[in-house]
């Protein structure tokens, strides 16, 4: 897991937003079958993620209605089990 974090972020300072996304979405469903839904490393990767996706959009890029759908509600539901 740790290994699919530190490529999506190699990636995200690369601007390469779309690749990083995919390991850092991979990452966050391997942590969450693991360890859990509130486990510390679940949540670092649901931040890593929440910030290449604000990165995105401060760039210019826009989420499409079903993206955004996909990337906030099982993330949304993730934060209220705390």
Do not use: C, F
Not at 23 to 47: D, F, P, Y
Not at 57 to 63: A, Q
């Amino acid at each position: 897991m740790a290994t699919l974090v530190s490529l999506g972020s190699a990636l995200r300072a690369q601007k390469d937003y779309q690749e990083a996304r995919a390991h850092l979405e991979r990452a966050l469903a391997i942590n969450r079958m693991v360890q859990g839904e509130k486990h510390t490393e679940t949540m670092k990767n649901l931040s890593n993620l929440g910030t290449l996706l604000k990165e995105w959009v401060d760039k210019g890029n826009t989420l499409s209605p079903s993206e955004r759908e996909e990337a906030l509600v099982p993330h949304t539901r993730t934060l209220r089990r705390r």
